[in-house]
């Protein structure tokens, strides 16, 4: 009888030729997509060539997007130079799917760089773990390596989604395959409806804090249940783009029709395959929980194991210095429209900075209302007459331009970047010691909600006092 297996492994086994694969075994398989961007590009690149030749030749020019994202905004001339890197390279390889940052001058001290002016006319995209499914990358069923622990991702597609580090993209990059050991799978079962106060950020605060920062290492984290099921793909997202917080070698979710009509509508290729778990399958742990029974989590300083309630930390006037409401975790257009709601009417009390996940979050921002639907000015809710972009303004939020800006620290002229040893409740999704930028500033991981909450207090608040019924997110995110 041939043996029950989980999507991860019927993923692999496809890609590795055989007819089932097991825990624990290695498999040569066939990659579909390798991703890389501009903090790690040049050093695979590098790899490349030595080990290939000066003069070889990637085994696929249009199955590796480069998006630059990490390092843009930046005077650094080191970050500059890795853009000029990744340009000659894709001159060099006639890579298809470059996604450039067209407005940036690498010559030596060309100073910071002027942001593009309209989101809809540059080729840049932003941060790399959304612009991969928003550019066609993501289809069910595949695998696709990253030079990046976040893209784990695109798990959310039903795809099998995970870092590699700079030697491991280099040979697939002369190669199309590699090594894969095939990780026991962990199911993460959620019931019920999830409550309006709650976004699938405190799901997986839940889920880290039950088995531990490295409770999953080199696991495949598998999210079921008819609670994952409501979700947006946004939402998914966010999931799948924290198994690697629990140490998971990937993430993944089922493909329902809201996966479906995504990728029909986004991808570059037309064929996939979707698999499914079966029946009776062996999950090396299962937990399951009841939507009804959260309450609003927040992963306090120094670990995104460390995990408090909301209402716990403001019971305690935990005080804050500032909020931060972006990156590829919190940073998508549902997620803007989560934390417009709560500021709409408004005013923060601390500095609020927000970075758009991609230039088409940004773009939907100007366009979509707290709703997630074009703006109504005609209309008299204020709400639909009022776009995400200005709601957010107008609360004194400062935006930035679409990257990954302070969410990995960077340069001290980051935007966001935390230069003191301050605290600062975040949408992002680590916040070990240095992570956002000064060893001794202490970063609080939320969900929108309650980041944008927090900053209305200048302390972490509950986000339920600040919710009286549904948010709803409309047409932003579906396809």
Not at 40 to 62: R, S
Not at 425 to 432: D, E, K, V, Y
Not at 447 to 453: F, G, N, R, V
């Amino acid at each position: 009888m041939p043996r029950k297996m989980t999507m991860t492994e019927k993923i692999l086994a496809a890609h590795a030729g055989k007819d089932e694969v097991a825990p624990g075994e290695n498999v040569w398989c066939g990659v579909d997509v390798l991703m890389t961007h501009d903090v790690c590009g040049p050093g695979t690149i590098g790899i490349f060539k030595k080990e290939f030749g000066q003069d070889a030749k990637v085994w696929d020019p249009t199955r590796i997007p480069i998006i630059p994202d990490h390092y843009i905004f930046t005077a650094d001339g080191k970050c500059h130079r890795n853009v000029q890197i990744l340009r000659d390279f894709v001159k060099e390889q006639g890579i298809k799917y470059y996604y450039d940052p067209d407005f940036l001058d690498t010559d030596e001290a060309s100073g910071m760089p002027n942001p593009y002016r309209d989101p809809t006319k540059t080729s840049y995209k932003g941060v790399c773990h959304k612009a991969l499914p928003e550019e066609g990358h993501c289809r069910p069923g595949e695998i696709l390596l990253g030079t990046d622990s976040h893209t784990c991702t695109a798990g959310a597609f039903g795809q099998f989604a995970s870092g590699v580090g700079n030697t491991d993209a280099a040979f697939t990059m002369g190669t199309g395959k590699t090594w894969l050991k095939v990780p026991p799978t962990m199911r993460f079962n959620f019931h019920g409806d999830i409550p309006p106060y709650l976004t699938a950020k405190d799901l997986i605060l839940a889920v880290i804090g039950d088995i531990g920062f490295a409770g999953a290492t080199y696991k495949a984290m598998y999210f079921a249940g008819s609670g994952i099921g409501a979700l947006s793909l946004e939402d998914r997202m966010t999931l799948t783009n924290m198994a690697i917080e629990a140490g998971g070698k990937n993430g993944i979710c089922d493909v329902d029709q809201k996966t479906l009509d995504y990728v029909k509508a986004r991808s570059n290729r037309p064929d996939w395959t979707v698999y499914e778990e079966d029946d009776g399958c062996t999950y090396d742990y299962e937990q399951t929980w009841d939507l009804g029974n959260f309450e609003p989590l927040v992963a306090a300083p120094h670990s995104p194991d460390n995990t408090k309630t909301a209402r716990e930390l403001q019971q305690a006037g935990t005080k804050l210095d500032r909020a931060y409401i972006g990156s590829c975790t919190g940073g998508k257009i549902t997620d803007m429209i989560f934390a417009a709601n709560i500021l709409h009417g408004n005013e923060v009390k601390i500095p609020t900075f927000v970075v758009p996940g991609s230039t088409e979050v940004h773009q939907d921002m100007l366009t979509l209302n707290l709703y997630g639907e074009p703006v109504d000015e005609s209309s008299g809710d204020k709400k639909a007459a009022t776009s995400v972009y200005k709601t957010l303004e107008d609360a004194g939020c400062l935006i930035g331009a679409a990257s990954c800006a302070a969410c990995l620290g960077g340069p001290e002229d980051t935007f966001g970047r935390l230069n003191e040893p301050i605290n600062c409740i975040s949408t992002t999704n680590r916040n070990f010691p240095g992570r956002m930028g000064h060893k001794e500033a202490g970063v609080y991981l939320a969900s929108p909600l309650t980041a944008a909450a927090s900053a209305l207090r200048g302390a972490v608040a509950d986000p339920r006092e600040y919710v009286d019924g549904a948010i709803l997110t409309g047409s932003a995110g579906v396809v």
